[in-house]
């Protein structure tokens, strides 16, 4: 059997892709649409079940970027989306016009993500500050020495509470600069042990360097960013293409 | 070829607090990138999560729990506070040294036994324009 696993869409029109192996290590390849002008990156695959191995995953995602360093835009598709054939790839991705992929690839012409995590790269200084500023901590703290489990409790519910204003404030003044250079973000909500923020950005090409220079402006030592990009949309595929497809 | 998303490198001098890279560094940042995100034709989706990449997202996430906060009190319980900004000088130092995500609260892992759905992330976003 021979399923069609499928990477992302792009632009038919341009030169010949050149891409890394792909998932299950098979050659990725520019699946044109019947009409030629949009395309599907996909690789054959034996099946219908995609496991999220490792080098699946960094395969898919390297496909999709190196893609994107040839063609503009490039859509990428959730991991593991798997076609009986090529004739549906076309039917269900390719084929359904303006309202579907082509008007997709059009809004997105010129833009790629960037991706932005902020972290505290050293917890106790961060505490520590944390106490300084908070006196109801410090007494919290002073308190927890001498009493028991319900002490310990408290202290510890307040110092999450002030930790999380304190990534709020920090996501707030990272937001205030970049925000305005870029199309649109996303923030997430839960976050890993010592990172302030992890936001992705939809930012117009030629504003990159813009967006660079401004997020270095805003690191410092209490701070780490890094920056990660240019990535295809991925946290601003909100859509759902479902041409009434039976699976 | 593009690299396979390993490469993190300090870039320029406008910060040395900014690290750039292509692409996220870490397994899961890239699971986070592509496994939950991306465009969805309905019905042909079928990722099966399984293995030490469901561990890795999940040990990432702090959850509000009595545990936490024990493990927050005894973190605030162990500082110095007559310790000045030594990390800030050591930080100078390491330059651009890659970070590991292990902070003065252990025990993250211990969040890994929950299943993937659980995680489900909450996002905010806004547009500017």
């Known amino acids: 059997v021979s399923l069609v696993y499928v990477y992302g869409a792009v632009q038919a029109k341009g030169p010949p892709l050149r891409l890394p192996p792909g998932v299950h290590g098979a050659r990725p390849v520019l699946q044109r649409s019947v009409r030629g002008d949009l395309g599907a990156i996909v690789s054959p695959v034996a099946r219908r079940t995609i496991h999220a191995r490792s080098d699946d995953v960094r395969a898919h995602e390297a496909v999709l970027r190196a893609a994107l360093e040839q063609r503009d835009p490039v859509l990428p598709l959730r991991f593991g989306t798997v076609f009986e054939n090529a004739a549906e790839v076309e039917e269900r991705l390719l084929d359904p016009g303006e309202d579907g992929l082509s008007g997709l690839l059009g809004e997105f012409r010129g833009l790629v993500e960037l991706e932005l995590r902020a972290l505290y790269p050293d917890e106790n200084e961060l505490l520590r500050e944390l106490v300084r500023s908070e006196p109801a901590l410090a007494r919290l703290r002073d308190a927890s020495r001498r009493g028991g489990y319900q002490a310990q409790l408290a202290l510890g519910e307040a110092t999450l509470d002030v930790y999380r204003r304190r990534r709020e404030a920090d996501t707030a003044r990272l937001l205030d600069s970049l925000a305005p250079l870029v199309r649109d973000w996303r923030a997430r909500e839960s976050l890993p042990q010592r990172v302030a923020a992890q936001l992705s950005f939809l930012v117009e090409r030629a504003r990159i360097g813009a967006f660079e220079r401004a997020a270095a402006r805003l690191a410092h030592p209490g701070l780490r960013l890094t920056l990660a990009g240019p990535l295809p949309p991925y946290s601003f595929m909100t859509y759902q293409l479902d041409r009434g497809a039976v699976a | ?129």
């Open chain 2, 1 to 129: 070829m593009a690299t396979n998303g390993t490469g993190v490198a300090t870039r320029g001098t406008a910060s040395n607090y900014l690290q750039r890279g292509p692409s996220p560094s870490g397994l899961a940042d890239v699971l986070d990138l592509i496994l939950d995100k991306g465009l969805v034709i309905d019905a042909y989706v079928r990722v099966s999560v399984i293995g030490i990449e469901v561990l890795t997202i999940d040990a990432r996430i702090v959850v509000a729990s009595v545990d936490t906060y024990l493990r927050f009190a005894e973190a605030v319980n162990r500082l110095d506070l007559s310790q000045t900004e030594m990390a800030g000088i050591e930080e100078l130092r390491d330059g651009g040294k890659k970070e590991e995500a292990k902070g003065a609260v252990e025990g993250v892992k211990e969040e890994a036994k929950k299943p993937v759905e659980k995680m489900k992330e909450k996002v905010t976003g806004g547009r500017s324009r």
